[in-house]
């Protein structure tokens, strides 16, 4: 079966300090992998998703940016934090189908980041 | 374009009443659509979807939802609400042009003793 692993579970950063937040996927090959953020109060905002390494889409300016160096790996980066980029970061996999099929999207059990 | 309605940031039921939790969605073409359950501080879960076939899809936990063309929805229900319910429940609409998921800002389901 598959499964999803996310770590750290909790992290606590200082603003201006990097961020590197990982996701691994096990049990399938060649996934399609997404990154999304919800921030207090909201909904989930889609960041990233990659449809194979080193292919990767941004759907939000801001000084995130992920990597997909191997085919289950997905990683989560920051340069310097910000307050606002606090929230809980969930990595998401689903099999790579046709476009709109309606894959489902499985997730990771989360991060919770928090900035001060 | 898809887009996902979910009315009501906020609803409360009692322990052992029915539970409903709406959505409506727009679409261009034949919808698959989803609904997604959060307990807090976890990620989420996948309680049933509808991609073609019969129109009442049942999930896990005792929910089901019907997909309603005509109304454009696909509304959450469970005949008895449970203490357990208590979590934050999500419709998503798949994206035909892409592998992507359009999502409800979500409900926050509170059970009352």
């Known amino acids: 079966s598959q499964t999803i692993h996310q770590w750290p579970a909790t992290l606590v950063q200082p603003v201006g300090s990097p961020l590197s937040l990982e996701c691994t996927v096990e049990?399938?090959?060649?996934?399609?992998l997404y990154w999304y953020r919800q921030a207090a109060g909201r909904g989930l905002q889609l960041l990233f998703y990659?449809?194979?390494?080193?292919?990767i889409s941004s759907e939000v300016p801001q000084n995130l940016s992920a990597s997909r160096p191997q085919d289950r790996q997905f990683i989560l980066s920051s340069k310097k934090l910000l307050l606002s980029d606090s929230g809980f970061y969930l990595c998401?996999?689903?099999?790579?189908?046709?476009?709109?099929?309606?894959?489902?999207?499985?997730f990771g059990p989360g991060t919770r980041l928090l900035v001060l | 374009a898809q887009s996902v309605t979910q009315l009501g940031s906020h609803v409360s039921v009692s322990e052992g009443a029915l539970v409903l939790l709406r959505c409506n969605y727009s679409?261009?073409?034949?919808?698959?659509l989803f609904w997604y359950v959060q307990y807090p501080n976890q990620g989420l879960q996948l309680l049933l979807k509808y991609t073609t076939g019969a129109t009442l899809v049942k999930g896990i936990n005792g929910f089901e939802a019907e997909f309603k063309k005509s109304e454009t929805s696909f509304h959450l229900t469970k005949p008895s609400a449970h203490m357990s319910d208590a979590a934050e429940y999500f419709c998503a609409v798949s994206d035909p042009s892409n592998y992507q998921l359009i999502w409800g800002a979500g409900t926050k389901l509170i059970i009352k003793p």
């Open positions: 049990g399938t090959s060649n996934p399609n």
């Open positions: 998401a996999w689903s099999v790579r189908g046709l476009a709109g099929g309606g894959e489902t999207q499985y």
């Open positions: 990659s449809v194979g390494i080193g292919q």
């Open positions: 679409s261009s073409v034949p919808p698959y």
